[in-house]
């Protein structure tokens, strides 16, 4: 295993994601170590994995496609690519929150190389996300979508895992700090998935209207979209590449700042 010690004080960020990515014999081995003893007692073992998903968007998706009227292949396609999306966001989000106090131990003895330990939980919330997609290729296939719109995955998805990605690391910081960042997160979430399009479509908050203003202070709302919009065919709107692009390069910037500033206090604090 390699060495990941390092100085105490001033931590380059860069340096540290490019030197966790280089060596991922920690993080990549334990995050799959993670995933196969938590179902090595379980009757279907990794089946599970595939349950939950394939429930949501077969069963919500055609359930609330009757609701409101819809077209169910299409709109199950709709509410699955919403629904892999933001189930990456929450669980990067929410393990972040607790992942520096859970590898107390390691940084205690010296590992202090914190990257790592976002990488940790980002690999696990990859291989969930990995996994639903695929259910997801069949049905996009049949609602025949656009050969650019699929193509432009090559674009917005590595972006929306940048952004993903620094929000880790400044909550995993913040979160060494403040405990309690977990118990909020996970309240905020409650709300922000009511006011993000996944069960339900953007176009019915349009943007000049005091709801479709209200949906769109969300940034889950525009990473969403940003991705999902040009795989089903819609355009994306104007606001939103302004704000994808404000949030991934100030979003680097303060992830950038917060980790170099505050990680030497990640040890104090736990």
């Known amino acids: 295993m390699s060495d990941t010690s390092g100085s105490v004080e001033g931590n ?19 995050s799959w170590l993670d995933l196969v003893t938590k179902y ?18 077969f069963g919500i998706g055609y359930f609330y496609s009757l609701l409101f009227g819809r077209e169910s292949l299409p709109f199950m396609v709709h509410l699955g690519i919403g629904y892999v999306l933001w189930r990456m966001i929450t669980q990067v989000i929410t393990g972040a929150s607790t992942t520096m106090a859970t590898h107390r131990a390691f940084i205690m003895d010296g590992r202090i190389r914190y990257t790592d330990y976002v990488l940790r939980i980002f690999a696990k919330s990859a291989f969930y996300f990995v996994v639903t997609a695929v259910i997801l290729v069949p049905l996009v296939t049949m609602v025949s979508p656009p050969l650019l719109g699929v193509a432009s995955l090559a674009v917005t998805l590595p972006i929306f895992i940048v952004n993903v990605l620094w929000l880790g690391v400044v ?20 709300f922000g998935f009511l006011l993000t399009p996944i069960i339900w479509q ?40 302004w704000v994808i692009a404000g949030m991934t390069v100030g979003g ?19």
Request: proline share 7%; hydrophobic share 50%; with cysteine.
């Open 202 to 241: 953007a176009s019915l908050t349009p943007a000049d209207t005091w709801r479709g203003f209200v949906a769109r202070l969300n940034p889950a709302f525009h990473l969403i979209e940003f991705v999902r919009a040009p795989v089903l065919g819609e355009p994306i709107e104007a606001l939103t590449y």
């Open 40 to 57: 090595r007692r379980s009757a279907l073992g990794l089946v599970w994995i595939l349950l939950p998903p394939v429930c949501y968007v």
């Open 171 to 190: 909550v995993a910081v913040l979160g060494a700090r403040y405990p309690d960042l977990h118990e909020l997160s996970s309240t905020v979430f409650i």
């Open 12 to 30: 380059s960020f860069t340096t540290d994601l490019v030197t966790s990515i280089k060596h991922p014999d920690f993080w990549g081995f334990s």
């Open 252 to 270: 680097c910037l303060l992830a950038a700042y917060v980790y170099r500033r505050y990680s030497r206090y990640i040890a104090v604090w736990l």
